[in-house]
């Protein structure tokens, strides 16, 4: 397998993982919810971290503290390490690993939550 094929794999795999953990970060918000109007509402929460993130812009043209909140959103890792492993001219490398324990992190939490909320709702 060549190099490059390896790369793309890898970055599509950071997509899909970091998707699987913010499904789950979904899930529990609307069992939280109760109510399929509130899900509108508590979908809100998740906005936030796409737009406070460097997908959209760069955290060196923002705010000393708000840069710093976006140099630490799991997403803002996930894109630099795709950006990174699509070979994007002028791209940080080295966010591989954090792109790989943010999403993993988010599941460890997030899952055994979402499993117990919706075990709670057959009782």
């Not at 998740?46 to 043209?61: C, M, R």
């Amino acid at each position: 397998m060549s190099t490059a094929v390896a790369a793309f794999l890898g970055a599509v795999g950071l997509l899909l993982l970091f998707r699987f953990a913010m499904l789950w970060i979904g899930i529990h918000l609307a069992l939280v919810a109760g109510k399929p109007e509130m899900v509108q509402a508590v979908q809100i929460l998740i906005w936030p971290v796409g737009f406070l993130s460097n997908a959209l812009a760069l955290p060196d043209s923002m705010p000393g503290w708000l840069g710093t909140v976006v140099e630490w959103n799991p997403m803002s890792h996930t894109a630099t390490a795709v950006r990174d492993l699509f070979g994007v001219p002028g791209a940080e490398s080295g966010h591989v690993w954090p792109a790989v324990i943010w999403p993993l992190a988010l599941l460890a939490v997030f899952f055994p939550l979402a499993v117990r909320r919706f075990g709670r709702l057959s009782r």
